[in-house]
């Protein structure tokens, strides 16, 4: 198994791209999610899926949308890039979205806005 | 809201001393767990805690869950180098498999 994979590494895009942050995962999850990281705020829940169609907004939404067409992938779109979104972007999954479940981390993506 | 906080930030060691970071929930938390960030990596699970004054070791890391379940600790006995990294709690938030996480104990050792 791969595990939870994100692509790309690294990006660094001008004010107002748009853009999609790929992750998928070959666990057959259920639960799949969006984390940014910024220097000292920890990790800040964007949006998450508890399955296939099903999507919501976590702790920080605003500019991204997510969509969850099949259990392996779970996009992330900036939909108009701003310098405030520079971060670090962790997908996350776990085998069902029951709290009792460890999550598994992807190895992130490094995003810079110019 | 529900506020998941660590402390310290920040933590220097000299190689071979001890290391507690501690966790406290502003809410009863049904479970904690806790992952552990590499430098430049991602987040790894090591352990979850489900019960009221619950212990578990793990090699040299021994992790505590509080009586009133809305605090935890993580105590790392003699650090090596290999224990850099940020230590992250996190708590369920909404029961819907979303996790609260604290902002990190980043632990640093000194060869």
């Known amino acids: 198994n791969a595990g939870v994979t994100q692509t790309p590494k690294f990006q660094v895009l001008k004010t107002g791209q748009s853009m999609t942050l790929q992750c998928a995962q070959d666990?057959?999850?259920?639960?799949m999610s969006w984390y940014r990281q910024d220097p000292g705020m920890g990790l800040r829940l964007i949006h998450y899926?508890?399955?296939?169609?099903?999507?919501d907004q976590g702790e920080v939404p605003n500019g991204y949308n997510v969509s969850r067409s099949t259990t392996e992938d779970f996009p992330l779109r900036l939909l108009s890039a701003a310098p405030s979104q520079t971060s670090v972007y962790f997908c996350?999954?776990?085998?069902?979205?029951?709290?009792?479940?460890?999550?598994?981390f992807g190895p992130g993506t490094r995003l810079t806005v110019l | 809201g529900q506020q998941v906080m660590q402390i310290p930030q920040y933590q220097h060691v000299q190689e071979g001393e001890d290391f507690t970071t501690y966790c406290n929930s502003s809410t009863t938390l049904s479970n904690i767990q806790w992952y552990k960030q590499r430098p430049g990596g991602h987040p790894v699970f090591l352990i979850q805690l489900v019960k009221s004054g619950e212990v578990k070791k793990q090699k040299r890391l021994t992790f505590q869950f509080g009586e009133a379940k809305k605090n935890s600790s993580l105590h790392i006995t003699a650090t090596q180098t290999t224990d850099v990294g940020t230590y992250f709690c996190?708590?369920?938030?909404?029961?819907?498999?979303?996790?609260?996480f604290g902002k990190g104990t980043k632990l640093s050792v000194k060869p």
């Open positions: 666990m057959n999850h259920e639960y």
């Open positions: 899926s508890v399955g296939a169609g099903i999507t």
């Open positions: 996190a708590g369920p938030q909404g029961g819907q498999g979303n996790l609260i």
């Open positions: 996350a999954s776990s085998p069902s979205g029951y709290s009792y479940n460890e999550q598994f």
